[in-house]
């Protein structure tokens, strides 16, 4: 079984920063990608950052230049940095690991979610 477990969320002023941290644990054989989205009420869920093993990146078009995400492959965590946020970066976020369970089988494993809001 492998948890996943974020923490950082919280309420922050327009233009403020917050950094989500989410940690892998339990048994797998080896995590690939691991990403964080995103789902405001209403709205359906979005992908805000992704980071493979090999460090390459990418990012929703909405949070370029102000979100930058990153790992640690010795403690299984997977960061995300949120600066100059905006009301509409307001949602709760999850954070989503793939890789393989053991030799034989993939796994996908997604984090319970942590609040942001962003007030004006």
């Known amino acids: 079984q492998v948890h996943l477990v974020e923490s950082g969320g919280g309420l922050v002023q327009c233009g403020g920063s917050l950094r989500l941290t989410c940690a892998a644990s339990?048994?797998?054989?080896?995590?690939?990608?691991m990403a964080w989205y995103r789902q405001a009420p209403g709205r359906q869920r979005e992908l805000v950052a992704g980071i493979t093993s090999g460090d390459t990146t990418n990012y929703a078009d909405s949070v370029k230049g102000r979100f930058t995400i990153s790992r640690d492959n010795a403690k299984n965590t997977v960061y995300l940095q949120m600066n100059s946020l905006k009301p509409e970066d307001t949602a709760v976020y999850y954070c989503?690991?793939?890789?393989?369970?053991?030799?034989?089988?993939?796994?996908?494993?997604w984090g319970q979610g942590t609040l942001v809001t962003v007030s004006s």
């Open positions: 339990g048994s797998f054989f080896t995590i690939n990608t």
């Open positions: 989503n690991v793939e890789g393989r369970r053991d030799k034989y089988r993939d796994m996908e494993v």
